[in-house]
């Protein structure tokens, strides 16, 4: 079982990071052809693996700005399985209804994917009533000594995180690195998982981060979310997909896509020093240039420090 | 799908410890333990063996300050508690882990409404992005955070299934009268606290989400499961304009619930408030048992109960237990 990798590396010894931006324009396009191919770029370690991708289904989402698009979803499955992963399994665990049915109907997934098993392991894992298992904190940068984190995702071999371009009210931004909030599963720690935000939230990113580091993310940005966001907040068009193999640095970068200062976001600057990448010539950016993409998003008023001054 | 099929389906999935787990192959855990032991606890079938091993189970996880971890391992107790209160209620001979069960919750006050808190909020030094009073407190999902609404309701319903059982809190439950009457004037003190905290956080237009029916100006949209637990956990409590807007806003969002679980729980809210079960696209009996079971044994477990027309739990515990006692005010009022 592989129990997630613990890269508390710091950032001078770290190679540089890579990141890829690809134009799309809408969900309509090619994107298995987008994936696939951006995919082979980074040459990931996948084959005969099993794959899980953290998606981000935070609810019902009639207008498709919430959570990541079902066929941004559906399309990275395909893509890595053509690469050679053995399996490919999805999953999430809601964080404000326990009715994660509900919401794969509401987002209409399978019209996507086709028929998915449902059940830890299988094919679509609701995180939040997987098995757990005891994680200690070694990184201790919240107050939390340990979590239980579900098993599927500790015992995946290849672990990517898949968030939708958004900010957020309460962390500034909400990309791979607090998407990962919903691998902590709500069985043990309710929906919300209030637990994290006692404990800090940005604090709280960074220990499950160093816990379940993803090894890979890929951002639906195709339409994100901006101002009073995960769930509230207005659509954006910003018509990016960004992939990375390193969380710090795939947030990093799509920050400065919304015209936003990833050294402002509190837990993006502490994860420079231990997780990853945020210095962009640190960087190594691939496809299109984040200023030709760059669309600057509105955030809610205490994060107006975040806004690159041009935007603000 | 007979109901039969389901239990048949329930008793399969019981391990040897006595628990339940929420998938096959899991480990048992309280939580799918109780909603399998509700549904035993209201089956005519012969069930003894699955009750004794429930129970035993249930105890085996009781830890010493009377709280249930949510998960093996779990050295706090957590929102499980209430649930696992309300299931034992139901039996004979558990008295005394029910009892330090609720002596537990009676103690276990959230944190963002502590003194200490208001005071940090009166400096502006704690976001205030929320609306609400303070005043009310209810639970959270894990000790010293937030009240939200479920964990909320599951402890007023761990209450009402005790009062059913001993209608004063009562006789039989602990051999000193002392104790006994200490412990009901805690459990009134908080229930009418609770109850003020659903009606405080019931959103616009009726029905609850998680607990913030307004952030950063904006409403937030209710959800099935949340309304349907405060609702039930409501309904002992006496008349309010706010339950009565919450029932119509379940009624009319029935038509659109496409998932077993809000089915489930939905159709047994309504049938506690003796109100009639609208149609849905799907029906509970369109799933299959290992289709419900697939999805969790709390699922199977709640569409048991719902299909169970002979049930008692949760709707005849609640026949001798509507109260008289008014609810705090609220801090806004229905929407129209």
Known sequence: ?312 | MPLSALLAHLHRAQHPDGGWPFHAGGRSRVEPTCWALLVFANSSASAQPNIAGGLHFLRSQQLPDGSWPSADGISSGGWVTSLAALTLAQFPACEKSVHVALEWLCDDYPRDSSRWQKFLKSFGTAKQHVSHNDEFRGWGWTPRTSSWVEPTAFALLAFAALRAKTPAVGPGLVSEPGILAELASQISDRRALAIGLLYDRMCAGGGWNCGNPRVYGVDGESLILPTCWALLALRTAPEHPHRTLSLSWLQKSFATIASAASLAVAQLTLETYDLPVPSAPRQLTDFSAAELSEQGTHVASWAALALNSSRAWPLRFYESTVTNQQPPATSHQPQP
Request: charged share 25%; glycine share 8%; aromatic share 8%.
């Open chain 1, 1 to 312: 079982m592989n129990l997630r990798n613990r890269q508390l590396i710091p950032s001078f010894s770290r190679p540089p990071s890579r990141v890829l931006i690809r134009k799309v324009a809408r969900y309509a396009e090619d994107l298995l052809a987008v994936i696939y191919e951006s995919l082979r770029e980074f040459a990931l370690p996948i084959k005969d693996k099993t794959v899980f991708l953290k998606a981000n289904l935070v609810g019902h989402d009639p207008h498709g700005f919430i959570n990541t698009h079902p066929a941004v979803i559906a399309a990275a499955r395909e893509s890595f399985l053509k690469l050679g992963a053995a399996r490919v399994l999805i999953g999430d665990g809601p964080a404000l209804d326990r009715d994660t049915q509900a919401i794969l109907e509401s987002v209409r997934l399978r019209e996507f994917t086709g028929p998915l098993t449902y059940g830890p392991g299988r094919d679509f894992s609701d995180l939040n009533i997987d098995d757990v298992e005891r994680v200690p904190l070694e990184t201790r940068a919240s107050l939390l000594k340990e979590l239980y984190l579900p098993k599927t995702v500790l015992g995946a071999d290849f672990f990517v995180s898949m968030p939708k371009l958004k900010t957020h009210h309460w962390a500034g931004v909400t990309l791979s690195m607090k998407n990962l909030f919903g691998i902590v599963p709500g069985s043990c720690y309710g929906w919300p998982k209030n637990i994290l935000h006692w404990a800090g939230i940005d604090r709280s990113i960074l220990d499950i981060n160093a816990a379940a580091r993803p090894d890979f993310v890929i951002v639906d940005g195709i339409l994100g979310m901006e101002g009073n966001g995960p769930i509230q907040g207005n659509p954006k068009h910003t018509g990016v997909l960004l992939f990375g193999d390193d969380p710090v640095a795939a947030d990093s970068t799509a920050c400065r896509v919304m015209g936003l200062r990833p050294e402002k976001v509190d837990y993006l600057s502490r994860a420079a020093t231990m997780l990853g990448h945020m210095e962009a010539t640190k960087i190594q950016q691939l496809g299109e240039s984040v200023a030709s993409v760059r669309t600057p998003f509105a955030v809610v008023p205490e994060f107006q420090a975040l806004c690159e001054p041009e935007v603000k």
